[in-house]
């Protein structure tokens, strides 16, 4: 199968594009090779390269042809600094997904996996022991700065305890790039039923492993505590520290991204489902930190009590679907995830800007 890699020389773009010539695939890798994601111009060592933006039709017309599938991975990535960057946002992750959806079509070319995001849920599940299952809304500002972390129940004020979140769980995304992702998943689905193609958005969750970028606002959690270790530094730790992530390794990702393609084509016309992604493995953000500081040999890491607004507390995948309709498993456990991330370089960044076309 040859299969266009739309963001394919980024972190897990490039991921990607290996793990499919591994599984015996032609990837043909579609990136902007912006400087702000790749300084020096980084090339997909695996797979020809086609460098344009994603909003070129003509571009993205001509790198079609002869294509059997697309794995798009392409987007901004990251929570932005400031609402200024929204127009950015807007028009790489959405303008950029409508542009290759019209010229699928129009190529004839019909199953596609996009790279989703479980941002879209905004906070994760919660459960009060009084109210069942509640959804908590923004956390505010004075509770915050008073060091009050954790989310009440919007009924009762009672402590919540936090879950898994499944894929039916409603959608409430908090930010500029949450909903350019929700809107992703639209495009696709609208799409599939339009045209007869078959799609699946895969959510990922907090994705680490070599190659992510360094010293960049966009990056991942991970990718911050990692660049502090290669200065010297101590990670520093926002609220707490106790925040639930899931951290499921790029290897895992690319892997998830191969076994959708393969079940794409034997599913009926105007086919969509959403997939959580994660390794299955809830860990805090300090316990996160402090596995790659031990295994880096660093400085421990430093609880600040800082905050970002908007930013959710506890948000960690059900993954079951994803395991039980399509057969597949994470291989890569935290522990040995963090040990191999500590010692891993990491992809050289600008950290000067957004970051669009890059996986």
């Known amino acids: 199968m040859r299969v266009l890699v739309t963001g394919g020389a980024g972190f897990i773009g490039s991921q990607v594009a290996a793990e499919l010539a591994a599984a015996g695939h032609e990837a043909v890798v579609f990136d902007a090779l912006l400087p702000a994601a790749h300084p020096g111009g980084h090339r997909s060592q695996e797979a020809r390269t086609v460098v344009a933006d994603l909003r070129d039709a003509e571009r993205v017309r001509a790198a079609l042809a002869g294509i059997d599938a697309v794995c798009h991975q392409a987007a901004m990535v990251g929570l932005g600094k400031e609402f200024a960057d929204a127009p950015a946002y807007v028009g790489c992750n959405d303008l950029g997904t409508a542009v290759l959806l019209a010229e699928m079509?129009?190529?004839?070319?019909?199953?596609?996996?996009?790279?989703?995001?479980?941002?879209?849920?905004?906070?994760?599940?919660?459960d009060c022991?009084?109210?069942?299952?509640?959804?908590?809304?923004?956390?505010?500002?004075?509770?915050?700065?008073?060091?009050?972390?954790?989310?009440?129940?919007?009924?009762?004020?009672?402590?919540?305890?936090?879950?898994?979140?499944?894929e039916d769980a409603p959608t409430d995304p908090r930010n500029v790039y949450a909903a350019t992702k929700l809107a992703q998943e639209h495009l696709a689905s609208a799409w599939s039923?339009?045209?007869?193609?078959?799609?699946?958005?895969?959510?990922?969750?907090?994705?680490?492993?070599?190659?992510?970028?360094r010293d960049t606002p966009y990056a991942g959690v991970a990718s911050f505590f990692r660049s502090a270790l290669a200065r010297g530094e101590a990670?520093?730790?926002?609220?707490?520290?106790?925040?639930?992530?899931?951290?499921?390794?790029?290897?895992?990702?690319?892997?998830?991204?191969?076994?959708?393609?393969?079940?794409?084509?034997?599913?009926e016309p105007g086919f969509f489902a959403a997939y959580n992604t994660g390794s299955g493995e809830p860990h805090t953000i300090g316990e996160m930190a402090a596995a790659?500081?031990?295994?880096?040999?660093?400085?421990?890491?430093?609880?600040?009590?800082?905050?970002?607004?908007?930013?959710?507390?506890?948000?960690?995948?059900?993954?079951?679907?994803?395991?039980d309709e399509l057969g597949w498993k994470p291989q890569v456990g935290f522990a040995e995830g963090m040990a191999e991330f500590a010692a891993a370089p990491l992809r050289p960044g600008a950290g000067s800007g957004p970051v669009p076309g890059s996986g």
């Open 235 to 267: 990670p520093r730790v926002y609220e707490d520290g106790a925040q639930r992530r899931d951290f499921v390794h790029v290897r895992d990702v690319a892997s998830a991204n191969t076994v959708a393609l393969a079940a794409l084509a034997g599913r």
């Open 292 to 323: 790659l500081a031990a295994a880096h040999g660093g400085p421990a890491p430093v609880v600040t009590g800082e905050y970002r607004l908007g930013d959710v507390r506890h948000v960690t995948a059900d993954s079951r679907r994803l395991r």
């Open 129 to 166: 022991a009084r109210h069942g299952t509640v959804r908590p809304g923004p956390r505010a500002a004075a509770d915050l700065e008073a060091g009050r972390f954790e989310p009440p129940c919007p009924e009762c004020g009672a402590p919540l305890r936090p879950g898994l979140v499944a």
């Open 193 to 213: 039923r339009a045209t007869g193609g078959r799609a699946v958005a895969l959510r990922y969750h907090n994705v680490y492993g070599p190659g992510m970028p």
């Open 105 to 126: 079509a129009a190529a004839g070319v019909w199953d596609l996996v996009v790279a989703g995001s479980m941002v879209v849920y905004g906070e994760g599940r919660y």
